[in-house]
């Protein structure tokens, strides 16, 4: 069974960071891309980030780039996210997903329950 | 303003048919598969269809769709109420080397 457990959300204060990480089980996580989407209270869903299967390709949205690094260790079965310079725009549910193919971030098959970030002072 | 254009909400009684747009341009929908998620009420996406008609194990035959240059439509069949959810469609986008995602359609069954 596949599974995906997303961590490190919380408040932070504007201009703050954190680390997202999103523990994946029940699939050869090498063998996939890993996306991030986010879900701002009362909105749609935005895609965020994503990564290929080996890690050595990463794609931003134009609203994150510069601020947000997508990683992953492969020994680990972990996807990271470390969110930096963060605004109050950024205030969401955050949400780690598979994707379908090794290179592509979607589409995506099973997703994670989501942490929420919160961005106030 | 999503790069995908969804009609905010659409509605229907049980039983009946309602189908789900979402337009692009060729830079997404136009060259790229196009995949489909429900989202129940506080709950994470699921995903519906992928590469633009299959159904993942589990999604029943009610559920189908189709892709047309840069448009898609997502149909579901015999609707009932548990189907209430807001619907997304995505794509990747070549022009932006990201993906996204349509601004969401909330499905109402009266």
């Known amino acids: 069974e596949v599974q995906l457990l997303e961590s490190g959300g919380g408040l932070v204060q504007p201009g703050g960071s954190l680390r997202l990480s999103c523990v994946a089980s029940g699939f050869t996580f090498s063998s996939f891309a890993m996306t991030w989407v986010r879900q701002a209270p009362g909105k749609g869903l935005e895609w965020v980030s994503d990564?290929?299967?080996?890690?050595?390709?990463?794609f931003y949205a134009d609203s994150v780039k510069g601020r947000f690094t997508v990683s992953r260790d492969n020994s680990k079965n972990t996807l990271y996210l470390q969110v930096n310079s963060l605004r109050a725009e950024d205030t969401a549910v955050y949400y780690c997903?598979?994707?379908?193919?090794?290179?592509?971030?979607?589409?995506?098959?099973?997703w994670g329950q989501g942490i929420l970030v919160t961005v106030s002072s | 303003q999503s790069v995908l254009t969804q009609p905010p909400s659409v509605s229907a009684a049980p039983g009946q048919t309602v189908t789900i747009s979402c337009s692009g341009s060729?830079?997404?929908?136009?060259?790229?598969?196009v995949s489909w998620y429900q989202q129940l009420p506080g709950t994470a996406p699921k995903l519906l269809i992928y590469d633009n008609d299959k159904r993942p194990s589990g999604i029943p035959d009610r559920f189908s769709a189709s892709k047309s240059g840069t448009s898609a439509t997502l149909g579901i069949t015999g609707l009932q109420t548990g189907d209430e959810a807001d619907y997304y469609c995505a794509t990747w986008d070549n022009s932006l080397t990201a993906g996204v995602f349509g601004g969401g359609t909330k499905l109402t069954v009266l």
């Open positions: 997903a598979k994707a379908r193919s090794l290179v592509r971030g979607v589409p995506l098959d099973y």
């Open positions: 060729s830079s997404n929908l136009g060259n790229n598969y």
């Open positions: 990564v290929t299967g080996s890690g050595g390709n990463t």
